[in-house]
């Protein structure tokens, strides 16, 4: 299957996301993280990373006289590449777009379901700014974005490490001629 069908999926950009950071988390502990989806949904979909090379077992543990597995992330595997992103039609871009929000809004749901769910605390944000900009100006944007986001993408779980999801969104509202 093409990765880009694989990735942009709500529930597999959801699994994606839980194991990003070096993150290792058996099946079960999936489930619990999308309590929204059935088990066998997860599990499936497990599957289908697992054999496409994008999830890699990383280790078992009996419980209660079944074998749980842990996977983590292939994060090689578990991206587009920029030659395959240039290359996807329209229609394609429409269903990476409809994907990654439908995986947003589940996301953001989740949270909000939490009982300890805090956004004043956890300042989240989900702000929308129309900006007007030259090509110049856009592309010193995108690698300002880049340079603030990429050094903290290595971070993995750790003490008083708290995972966020953060989602850039930038468009053209409508196109200028001349």
């Known amino acids: 299957m093409d990765p880009v069908e694989l990735l942009l999926h709500p529930v597999r950009l959801r699994i994606v996301h839980a194991l990003s950071g070096g993150r290792s988390l058996s099946t079960q502990q999936l489930c619990e993280r999308i309590s929204d989806a059935s088990k066998a949904t997860v ?12 999830l890699e077992e990383s280790g078992q543990q009996r419980v209660r006289g079944f074998v749980e597995r842990h996977y983590r992330l292939v994060p090689a595997r578990a991206a587009v590449s920029a030659q395959r992103a240039a290359s996807a039609t329209l229609d394609e871009h429409r269903q990476a777009f409809a994907a990654a929000m439908a995986a947003l809004l589940a996301e953001y749901q989740s949270y909000l379901d939490d009982p300890a769910a805090d956004p004043v605390r956890d300042q989240v944000g989900y702000r929308q700014h129309a900006v007007w900009l030259t090509d110049a100006e856009r592309d010193a944007l ?28 930038l468009f053209p509202v409508e196109r200028h001629e001349g």
Not at 43 to 54: E, K, P, S, T
Request: charged residues 15%.
């Open 142 to 169: 995108i690698e300002g974005m880049r340079a603030a986001i990429v050094p903290h993408l290595g971070h993995g779980p750790g003490e008083g490490r708290t995972q966020h999801l953060l989602s850039p969104i």
């Open 43 to 54: 599990y499936r979909h497990v599957a289908l990373l697992v054999d496409a090379g994008i």
